[in-house]
T-cell receptor, first 124, second 115 residues
Framework: ETGVTQTPRHLVMGMTNKKSLKCEQH?????MYWYKQSAKKPLELMFV???????ENNSVPSRFSPECPNSSHLFLHLHTLQPEDSALYLC???????????????????????FGPGTRLTVL | GENVEQHPSTLSVQEGDSAVIKCTYS??????FPWYKQELGKRPQLIID?????GEKKDQRIAVTLNKTAKHFSLHITETQPEDSAVYFC??????????????FGQGTRLTINP
């Protein structure tokens, strides 16, 4: 399959359960992202991984734990979630260029972020 | 941090008319401004983007303008068609200190094209 895939597509879990969301990108990108999409805050960035290293944690509660074993795979481990965590969780990937001279990410020609289809999570 | 405001939240236009969606951002370091379209039940998909060294970009019926001084950018859709009905998100990207850029999204605009 091409592009960005996510499994499962739908997940219902209790507050005491532990589950994991999986994302895989087949685009050869070096950066991956987790977003939360809800009615209250559409497309809210949660985590950023660049070159397999976590570079951003957008003040996300510790009940969400990301894992990036390689540049193609990204996981989001869930435990003791709350009903307000019910949302669509989107994974995305992009190709980023890092300028070692300035220490800042330089915009390259492939900054487009490609999104996966999302996992619809319901916490009971 | 970066804050992106998007207006209007809903927009309804007659088929064939033009639609304009506006966004403002707060961080002057932002240098990349994409627009995403999300149809019902589907993933967001990029429709057009603009970088800070350009003031306007056009792709067929879609155009984006950027005013860096005022820190606002707009999406223009001309000759609207029913298939343009969707939620549109603007975003502003700021360089990350250690790697990938961060995209901060606006709240979204639900565009409805009336036949």
């Amino acid at each position: 399959e091409t592009g960005v895939t996510q499994t499962p597509r739908h997940l219902v879990m209790g507050m005491t359960n532990k589950k994991s969301l999986k994302c895989e990108q087949h685009l050869g990108h070096n950066a991956m992202y987790w977003y939360k999409q809800s009615a209250k805050k559409p497309l809210e960035l949660m985590f950023v991984y660049n070159f397999k290293e976590q570079t951003e944690n957008n003040s996300v509660p510790s009940r969400f734990s990301p894992e990036c074993p390689n540049s193609s795979h990204l996981f989001l481990h869930l435990h003791t979630l709350q009903p307000e965590d019910s949302a669509l969780y989107l994974c995305a990937s992009s190709q980023e260029y890092f300028s070692y001279e300035s220490g800042l990410a330089s915009p390259g020609p492939y900054n487009e972020q490609f999104f996966g289809p999302g996992t619809r999570l319901t916490v009971l | 941090g970066e804050n992106v405001e998007q207006h209007p939240s809903t927009l309804s236009v007659q088929e064939g008319d033009s639609a304009v969606i506006k966004c403002t951002y707060s961080d002057s370091a932002s240098n990349y401004f994409p627009w995403y379209k999300q149809e019902l039940g589907k993933r967001p998909q990029l429709i057009i983007d603009i970088r800070s060294n350009v003031g306007e970009k056009k792709d067929q019926r879609i155009a984006v303008t950027l005013n860096k001084t005022a820190k606002h950018f707009s999406l223009h859709i001309t000759e609207t068609q029913p298939e343009d009905s969707a939620v549109y998100f603007c975003a502003a990207s700021i360089p990350g200190e250690q790697g990938a850029q961060k995209l901060v999204f606006g709240q979204g605009t639900r565009l409805t094209i009336n036949p």
